[in-house]
């Protein structure tokens, strides 16, 4: 798989494609809820989708049109929707697409909200789910088999780091035309699924693709619906094809709005939109810099940690995942690395002895960030699906930010000292 990011055509092609050459050069914020259409006929033709014009800011505003409009072209998707957050945009793709009856088949680690999303939620409303490890394809191939509406993974298992075989993953749900979902929030630019195969990518924006912390919000990216032979057309989409035969190539977007959105009102907001592209202008920079930043702290606290505190990265040739990632990943995988102090009361001293390294709930982050995991958003998780997420006591999830990779070595090194 040749899976190498141009970082400096990214770069041209952020900055250029946020900002305009005429006019305001930054994108207009446009927060009315309503908009007033020229007289009936038109708005007729705005609610049957023949006026490509703003019907009500639930269904859109031409904000977020903006930020889709980027967000589908640095993924090679079709078309995009923006979201009120990365939640938003997982939870209308599966309500969207599943029926109470129907089963989600969920390969690797997750993050916390997605798993209770499945598990719980969804479960509640009648979607059955199975999950499995990246690499059993015994699981995998048979859950296909068995006429699986929808698959679900992580391209990095968060907190886990473990790195799924994305293309052939991708291959087999094309061969058994089930519908796949790859969530991307750790790996912007450095993976693009959509041009591997994939159907629909999603993102949390509220991560790296803001990097400022300034905005909650999602997207979600979609590929074209082609003509003839489309996996949507398969019988098991049966309640979808009313949409793919009047929508066409872009009905994955009719499908998500009317199937979801318009209902749930999972939607962006203008000024989130605002501040997300924003941050997006200097993605590429930043994806470059992160990911050696990540590289460089991993193997200096592999060398320097004491006994007793340890540092997990798939960049680390002890890493079960360090043939993949210099495979599929020449490049990184995303600002996530972990640390893991044996136990709960080490894991929090160490903490609590960080002076640079912020605590927070968060990834992707310009500053680099920390968090005990069993203790707060696997809190609510028992023992068993802690080990499946790879989620044990002494545990620390790191995001790397832009700081010199030096003083954050020099903050986690001078915290495992102090313990
Ligand atoms: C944070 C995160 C989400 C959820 O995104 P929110 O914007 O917080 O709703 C989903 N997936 C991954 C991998 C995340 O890191």
């Given at each position: ?15 250029h ?12 914020i446009?927060?009315?809820?309503a908009f007033g259409?020229e ?5 007729e ?19 977020n ?14 078309g ?23 089963e989600l088949l ?15 939620t969804?479960?509640r409303?009648g ?17 296909l ?12 298992g ?5 790195l ?12 058994y ?37 300034a ?6 990216v979609f ?8 996996k ?9 094809h ?49 990911n ?17 505190v340890?540092v ?20 990184g995988c ?7 102090c ?9 903490l ?26 696997y ?8 080990k499946f997420?790879?989620v ?14 030096k ?13």
């Open positions: 798989m040749n899976n190498t990011t141009d970082f400096d055509y990214f770069n041209t092609l952020m900055v494609n946020v900002g305009s050459r005429v006019g305001p050069i930054a994108p207009t446009a927060p009315s809820a259409y007289n009936a006929e038109e708005a033709g705005i609610f049957s989708a023949t006026v490509n014009k703003p019907l009500y800011a639930r269904v859109g505003n031409p904000t049109a903006k930020l889709e409009g980027i967000v589908a072209s640095f993924e090679g998707g079709f995009a929707i923006a979201t009120s957050s990365g939640m938003g945009a997982i939870s209308m793709v599966c309500t969207a697409f599943l029926n109470a009856g129907d969920c390969i690797g680690g997750f993050f916390g909200g997605t798993y209770s999303l499945v598990n719980d969804l479960a409303f979607v059955t789910n199975s999950f499995c490890e990246v690499d059993d394809f015994t699981h995998i191939e048979n859950t088999k068995s006429g699986v509406k929808m698959v679900l993974f992580e391209s990095v968060n907190p886990s780091l473990t799924p075989d994305v293309q052939r993953i991708i291959d087999l749900c094309n061969q035309e089930t519908v796949v979902m790859i969530d991307n929030t750790a790996t912007p630019l450095l993976l693009r699924p959509l041009t591997m195969g994939a159907d629909i990518v999603v993102h949390s924006s509220t991560k790296n693709m803001s990097g400022h912390s905005a909650l919000g999602g997207v979600a590929r074209e619906v082609k003509a003839e032979g489309d949507l057309l398969n019988e098991k989409y049966a309640d979808l009313k949409i793919v035969k009047k929508m066409g190539k872009k009905a994955f977007i009719p499908i998500c709005k009317k199937r979801a959105i318009r209902d749930l009102g999972m939607t962006a907001n203008a000024f989130g939109s605002f501040m997300t592209m924003v941050g997006l202008e200097t993605l590429s920079l930043r994806v470059e810099r992160v050696k930043s990540v590289e460089t702290v991993a193997l200096a606290l592999d060398e320097k940690f004491p006994e007793g340890s997990n990265h798939p960049c680390l040739p002890t890493s079960p995942d360090n043939a993949r990632y210099k495979s599929d990943f020449p490049q995303g600002p996530l690395l972990s640390i893991d044996g136990t709960k009361e080490r894991a929090f001293s160490f609590n002895a960080l002076k640079l390294v912020i605590l927070t709930a968060n990834i992707g982050d310009n500053r680099s960030l920390a968090l005990h995991m069993t203790s707060t958003i809190s609510d998780f028992d023992a068993e699906a802690r997420l790879g044990h006591e002494g545990l620390i999830r790191v995001s790397i930010g832009l700081e010199d990779p003083s954050i070595v020099e903050d986690f090194l001078q915290a495992a000292n102090s313990l």
